[in-house]
């Protein structure tokens, strides 16, 4: 088995003590099935994923870049939204046709791309009670005025 | 800001696109393929990983219990997220915290609520429990691999 994959790799309990993962260097974690909490899924998080994945296969960074679905739910954001750990770096609004550029810059380079960084909102720890209780909680069917009422309720609870 | 992630995998409805997507990849495979992924025993998973998706065994208690507990603290700067399948299910349900790092291995409930107490709020890792650990950023990239050299064909003497 080679190393480099170790962490797509699972052996028996037994055969696998506690290891550091060396190789790995970025955990991306992508919003998908969002459940309608945030903005992900209407704002195009599939073709993002897709073409993260192809773009680090391409260039062969798989073993040190991984990629995982998460479910972010952050209403009100413009999405679709994705978060590289350990960095703790979110971005919000970056395109598929801007992998590249964020390979590039971010992955490789190592400086976050600053005009797709998920600074406002901040994000929240969990969903306001009345965005869970609405069945219909998409953030496109807020009005703006709703939008701004649950992420000021999140950003006082800080 | 702590972000921890609760594999939550066929936990209710939380990845039910994913799911649905996954039987239709399932459904258009061709008869064989899929005779023989049906037939497969119960503890050997579709795709080739042993044991059962977390969300069938504890992920969706451990995250409604993580959510619960850090509200009821009001605690709001620990983000809680349900992430799908990242293959590590033999050994347990998966817990992964960052930007500190670390996967744990969760096979009791009693497990999740000491890496609450010691980890999340304390900020203590639980050390007996870690499954892997990621290195912390560098603030640099990562370095490309170079393309794998093509195999050279030996010519037979003649």
Same mark, same amino acid.
């Given at each position: ?73 952050? #209403?009100? $954001? /413009?999405? !679709?939204?994705?978060? &590289? ?8 609004? =970056?395109?598929? *046709? ?24 901040? #994000?929240? $720890? /969990?969903? !306001?009670?009345?965005? &869970? ?8 069917? =807020?009005?703006? *005025? ?13 | ?158």
């Amino acid at each position: 088995m080679s190393n480099e994959h170790e962490h797509c790799v699972a052996q028996a309990w037994e055969e696998s003590p506690p290891r550091v993962l060396d190789k790995l260097r970025f955990h991306i974690f992508l919003c998908t099935d969002g459940k309608d909490f945030c903005g992900c899924e209407a704002n195009g998080n599939a073709a993002l994923s897709g073409a993260l994945r192809q773009e680090l296969a391409k260039r062969r960074l798989m073993a040190s870049v991984k990629v995982n679905i998460m479910q972010c739910r952050q #209403p009100g $954001t /413009a999405g !679709p939204v994705f978060v &590289v750990h350990p960095d703790g770096v979110w971005y919000s609004g =970056l395109k598929a *046709e801007n992998v590249p550029e964020f390979i590039e810059q971010h992955v490789l380079g190592g400086k976050p791309v600053e005009r797709f960084l998920l600074r406002s909102p901040k #994000p929240v $720890t /969990a969903v !306001p009670a009345h965005i &869970v209780a609405a069945a219909d909680c998409c953030a496109e069917k =807020l009005t703006p *005025e709703q939008q701004a009422e649950a992420l000021g309720a999140a950003a006082t609870r800080r | 800001m702590r972000h921890v992630f609760v594999c939550t995998t066929e936990y209710g409805d939380h990845w039910t696109k994913t799911i649905a997507k996954k039987a239709a990849q399932v459904a258009a495979m061709n008869p064989e393929d899929r005779a023989k992924l049906l037939s497969a025993p119960a503890e050997e998973h579709a795709d080739g990983h042993r044991g059962l998706h977390c969300g069938l065994t504890m992920g969706g208690g451990i995250y409604e219990m993580y959510q619960q507990r850090l509200q009821a603290a009001g605690i709001s700067d620990v983000v809680v997220s349900p992430n799908a399948c990242i293959a590590q299910h033999a050994y347990g349900c998966v817990v992964m915290i960052y930007p500190d790092g670390i996967w744990y291995r969760i096979r009791e409930m009693a497990d999740a609520e000491k890496v609450l107490e010691q980890h999340i709020i304390g900020g203590k890792p639980v050390k007996e429990l870690i499954h892997r650990t990621v290195n912390p950023p560098t603030g640099k990239g990562v370095q490309a691999t170079p393309p794998r050299q093509p195999a050279t064909v030996q010519e037979r003497p003649a």
